[in-house]
């Protein structure tokens, strides 16, 4: 009769929510306590509820029960094939208030948020960084003092810090483009790939430069152009020691110092050159012409 009336007489004395009954405040309390009674009999791992425990033996089992119908994909729990399809359909459903961006679960959301907030409660046991998730950065993060890489991929045994960069290098193998243009239906591996392609539909170009105004859709060509107001010269040559702006220029030069200066010879006067030879030619006759 309580679902009728919506009467909720069971109250969390931690955070002040109401339940209809008493089982389900007691499941609600494991949330404050952290309690972990159900424990995995194949890898030693524990969980709050017993229906995470038995959609985890799936990993063990591998068994795949839930199949996606755009591509086939298949997936032991049903939360991750639906997370999965709205990469199809493109729904991002959870929006924050504080920027109205959007995203596809309520996780990547208070990820989100933590940005917002300036939250960032887990750190570095090596040298004190904070982060604000624990599963994927901190990890990577952490691998660089370990110098560990526990990803194996299982098609060429290349390793890495951390299973999102091992899930995007597969993709390689696999040819998987989960990530497709609701414009064009072009389709990528990466959603940052995407993100970045969206924008050529959208003309959004988020990288202003603060010295002269232009505006730029890619990070990398932003950062670029802004070496031409600081005077940064990244690429040296190892033969003369004289510094680029970019590395085209850099290959170019380069092949003044190779065999290949000696692919041109002048007939006036027997010098060699890799691309000034008709320059070098035009001068020489000009000064022909005056002497004496």
């Known amino acids: ?24 405040l007691q499941e609600h309390m494991i949330i404050h306590t952290g309690e972990k009674l159900h424990e995995c009999d ?125 899930q995007t290098h597969q993709r390689i193998h696999t040819e998987e483009k989960p990530y497709k243009c609701p414009h064009c239906d072009k389709r990528f591996c990466q959603a940052a790939n995407l993100k970045t392609h969206e924008r050529i539909h959208t003309g959004e170009k988020p990288y202003t430069c603060d010295q002269c105004g232009n505006s730029f859709r890619v990070k990398g060509l932003f950062e670029i152009h802004m070496k031409i107001h600081t005077g940064e010269k990244p690429y040296t040559c190892d033969q003369c020691g004289k510094r680029f702006l970019w590395d085209s220029n850099l290959k170019i030069h380069l092949t003044l110092h190779t065999e290949k200066k000696h692919l041109y010879s002048c007939s006036l006067c027997g010098k060699s050159f890799s691309r000034l030879l008709r320059i070098h030619s035009v001068s020489l006759k000009t000064q022909l012409v005056f002497v004496c």
């Open 42 to 166: 194949q890898c030693g791992k524990t969980f709050s509820w017993a229906s995470v425990l038995k959609e985890h033996m799936k990993v063990h089992s591998k068994e795949k029960p839930h199949s996606c119908s755009s591509c086939g994909k298949s997936f032991s729990r049903l939360y991750n094939l639906k997370v999965h399809q709205k990469r199809h359909t493109g729904v991002k459903d959870h929006m924050c208030f504080e920027c109205e961006k959007t995203f596809t679960t309520v996780e990547q959301l208070k990820l989100h948020k933590r940005i917002h907030t300036g939250e960032k409660p887990y750190m570095c046991s090596h040298c004190e960084k904070r982060f604000i998730q624990s599963s994927g950065i901190l990890k990577s993060h952490e691998s660089i003092h370990t110098g560990e890489k526990p990803f194996k991929c299982s098609y060429c045994n290349m390793r890495f810090t951390g299973l999102g960069h091992l």
């Open 1 to 24: 009769m309580r679902i009728h009336t919506g009467e909720k007489p069971f109250t969390c004395d931690q955070c002040g929510k109401r339940f209809t009954h008493k089982i389900t």
